[in-house]
């Protein structure tokens, strides 16, 4: 049975794909908002974790309603979790089974239960949140056994969790994208298998 | 890194214990009140399951209070928490990674998201749920491909989720216990290993 896992590039959702691919047969679907965006580092990193890797466009209509929903909230969660739930939306229409790397106590981006709800039965498939029910501690402990980890922060970092597009959106309709989102998020990216040296970024 | 998982012979607790048995020294462990309750239909299931099988006792201070918690609630849901949790505790003394095969949207056993907090901090240990993410559909799929499971109503089947031996003990007391526990709760069974014709029981 195909499973369509969302894959930013970075711990989670590696480990949740390597997780589910032992039962199901997955494909790593990263979601960017403009094609020419795909990032290196994200093709890099599908290529370590062993799975097919699928890109998928949101385009330009989701890109602005996001930015707007930023500036108007003054803070990224609704409109993170907008998009999220956008790419999963679509994801659905695509596979029997759909899947992302969230955890309990992920603030952003997580699904309410109604939502989890909603998109189970408007598309008629299953959800799997693999890592929903593993504390960090053990996250990092299996995440480690697999891949080499990089992490940084956004806006360094090259990874694809939807958050460097909307930045730059912001900064072109000219005004400073740190005013909105939190300093000191960290953020992984998988740049190796494990056992190997990695690559650095 | 050893990890003691919460095993009622059930179809969820074999699940997870499988699906953590990729990562961990799993050990499974069957909780009862009186050492002379033990199935022998619950160590069957786990020879089935193919992991190493503990059985640990909660002795008859726990029962009585179970017994008192039904009788004084006029249903079940609160006792059979009170057990669950006590079992978790039981087990944090004992590994330092534990586990069960509570799913999210289960009511009854579930702890809540401040007993989780208390339980990881107070003894130091991670507390797993694997198929906390996985919605019903999926979890009998994937329990169907690794083993054959026996349906049932509590009180006609041995497993081993406390209500046996907490029915008897109010029937003991010239209550019925019907009165108490909700009909219609099914339960299961790990009867096989998946691609064999099964025990039936």
Redesign the interface.
Known sequence: ?KCGVLFSGGKDSGLASL?LS??YEVELNTFVFDEGQVKDTIREAAEFIGLPHQVRILGKEILNRATEMVLSDGFPNNAINMVHCEALERLAGLYP?IADG?R?GDRVPFLTHDNVQRL?SRYGI??????????K??VL??AN?EVVITYGETGDMDNGDYEGEIRNAIRMRGFDPSRFFPSMHQQSLVTGKAGTSGVST
């Not at 299953?126 to 504390?135: H, K, M, N, Q």
């Open positions: 049975m997780m032992r039962y089974v969230t309990y189970s299953s959800y799997i949140r693999p890592l929903l029910g593993f504390p501690t053990e402990r299996l056994r």
